[in-house]
């Protein structure tokens, strides 16, 4: 997420496979991010030089939308505006 526009969105739609997709707030999406890295194994080598699994979802949030949680399986994450922007 380079555009620093998607810093102001505070909504997310989530993908996991074999669920729907649901929209969550950018802090129930942290938390989401954080118990998925609490699954996974083998952590990303950018992932592991956080020094918290609170700072590596954050990481994650601003720099990528998806994270393979097994060979082949990713979840996924995007940002979306609710309501349209105030004009």
Do not use: Y
Request: net charge negative; charged share 25%; proline share 9%.
């Amino acid at each position: 997420m380079s555009d620093p526009l998607i810093r102001n969105i505070n909504n997310f739609v989530i993908l996991e496979p074999g669920k729907p997709e649901e929209f969550l707030s950018k802090n129930e999406t942290l938390t989401w991010l954080e118990n998925w890295l609490q699954k996974i194994d083998q952590l990303p080598k950018d992932i592991k030089s956080q020094p918290s699994l609170s700072s590596a979802a954050k990481h994650l949030l601003d720099t990528a939308c998806d994270l393979e949680i097994s060979p082949g399986i990713k979840i996924q994450w995007f940002a979306v505006r609710i309501n349209p922007p105030k004009t």
